[in-house]
């Protein structure tokens, strides 16, 4: 067990009414009576990283002893199928080096928690029992605390491992990760019900024929329950509300740290920013009152694949819309932070192969904005403005410190508009941290965007530690005096 090391500690339980029970870690010692319905609750001293320390909890006819218990850095893990991909699937592509594993677990171990749903929404039809479980909120594998060894990372998330190894390794403290991933799910899946009805109850009614709704979420609840499944009757994790019952609501007291989140695909099939952006809010703000805490929340925009190719024409997702609006929401919530995945791109498969970088790049904003390691970047390129100027457009990022391309080549994939939108390849060329772009098509420029395609694997824009650039679009900035562009003759040309 990894305990969240120098916060307060909320250890609960049940008992009979009006027994005394006592908790005792680290040499804090508590006591109180329990509720008359059953329940009790101690708040313990925090505990400083390290041990092992022995937790016990004692009433007058029993005693539950917890040995081998470490306090440190605790992070909840979780999203949909591309932060569910487990070790076992990683390792099918990809080998594992030395470096991968701690060499200092025994001072400092790093652990996991699972909870897996021991019926994953396949393409299956679930029996009777499958139904049951999952109508009572009872469709979890619990296997309890797991060390991060060779032997038992198989049904580990792959980026939940590389985050978490790559945290140890620069805070030598304990880490602990409580993984709780569901594949196919959408942000609503995640949100109290009690919130949606009064802040979005739209998504709520007729979940079947709801617009607001993804055509294969629908389609995937129907194969499992069954043709003749009826809104309702039977519950599924797609429906609104459900992974907070059932995933989030069990862990809500256990301190933790933070979150890192990776979601949105599901999303994408909806042209619909406007609502991705409100369920997200609302979602790390539910998550934030239901903890008490306002813990960070790092996620990654999302990566790219080429739909129409894979699986035909007409099939058409929104990924470079959504991407966007996970941008856009750096500005409007607070403590937040996002990892670019897009360059790990594969054409025919949602599922990229390389875990490893996403990891690492989350946990580079964890340990730069909650741990206070500034030497640290924690991003990539991220857009901050752009201006005009003589018909050029200057385009400044944040974290854009030795700023050039990971080929050598020009910089790819910048587009500009007209009011119109319609978009045309700009010429570009890096002048220390800003991009300076020219399009002889556009006349008057309004819109730039870089990066903005289902699959835009030829986007090569990257810092001097080698972090690729965000995905954007944004309107440009009215134009403004410029002295002289003497100094660009090959954006001139």
């Not at 369920?279 to 306002?294: A, C, H, T, V, Y």
């Not at 750096?330 to 790990?344: H, K």
């Not at 772009?437 to 530690?465: K, Q, T």
Request: with cysteine; glycine share 8%.
């Amino acid at each position: 067990m990894i305990l969240q090391c120098e916060e307060r500690l909320s250890v609960k339980g049940e008992a009979r009414p009006g027994e005394w029970v006592t908790v005792s870690i680290g040499g804090n010692r508590e006591k109180t009576c329990c509720q008359s319905d059953g329940h009790w609750e101690v708040d313990m001293p925090p505990l400083s990283a390290g041990g092992p320390y022995l937790l016990e909890i004692c009433s007058s006819k029993e005693k539950l002893v917890y040995r081998d218990v470490y306090a440190g850095e605790v992070w909840l893990c979780s999203g949909q199928s591309n932060m569910a991909v487990t070790m076992g699937g990683h390792l099918r592509n990809s080998k594992l080096d030395e470096n991968d594993f701690l060499s200092n677990r025994k001072s400092n171990p790093f652990r996991y928690f699972s909870m897996e749903s021991i019926w994953p929404s396949y393409p299956v039809v679930w029996n009777w029992i499958a139904k049951y479980c999952i109508n009572h909120y009872q469709g979890l594998r619990l296997k309890g605390w797991n060390d991060c060894t060779p032997e038992k990372i198989n049904s580990l998330s792959a980026i939940a491992f590389f985050y978490g190894t790559y945290l140890s390794r620069q805070l030598e403290k304990p880490v602990g990760l409580i993984v709780n991933p569901v594949g196919g799910t959408a942000e609503y899946c995640w949100i109290e019900r009690r919130l949606m009805q009064k802040e979005y109850p739209e998504i709520l009614s007729d979940w079947y024929n709801n617009q607001k709704v993804t055509i294969w979420m629908k389609n995937r609840a129907i194969q499992n329950l069954g043709k003749r499944a009826v809104a309702y009757e039977n519950l599924h994790p797609y429906y609104p509300g459900y992974c907070f019952e059932a995933f989030i609501r069990p862990v809500k007291d256990y301190a933790i740290k933070g979150c890192i989140w990776f979601s949105g695909e599901s999303s994408a099939q909806l042209n619909d920013t406007g609502q991705f952006e409100k369920l997200q809010e609302m979602q790390i703000r539910n998550w934030r009152e239901s903890f008490g805490k306002n813990f960070p929340f790092y996620y990654v925009q999302l990566h790219g694949m080429n739909y129409e190719q894979t699986f035909g024409e007409g099939l058409h997702y929104f990924y470079p819309e959504i991407r966007n609006s996970q941008r856009r929401l750096l500005s409007q919530i607070p403590d937040v932070g996002m990892a670019v995945s897009y360059d790990l791109s594969v054409m025919d498969n949602v599922h990229f192969r390389n875990r490893k970088p996403v990891g690492e790049r989350l946990a580079r904003l964890a340990l730069h904005k909650t741990y206070g390691k500034g030497e640290i970047m924690p991003c990539g390129p991220l857009y901050h403005e752009a201006l005009l100027r003589d018909n050029f457009i200057y385009i400044k990022f944040d974290w854009a410190e030795g700023l050039c391309t990971k080929d050598g080549d020009k910089p790819k994939t910048f587009e500009v508009a007209g009011k119109d939108k319609c978009f045309h390849p700009a010429k570009a060329s890096i002048a220390g941290e800003e991009v300076i772009l020219s399009c002889r098509e556009v006349s008057e420029p309004v819109w730039v965007h870089y990066a903005f395609d289902e699959y835009p694997i030829d986007a090569n824009l990257v810092n001097g530690e080698g972090v690729p650039a965000a995905c954007f679009e944004e309107r440009i900035c009215k134009s403004v005096k410029s002295s002289s562009i003497e100094s660009f003759p090959d954006i001139i040309e």
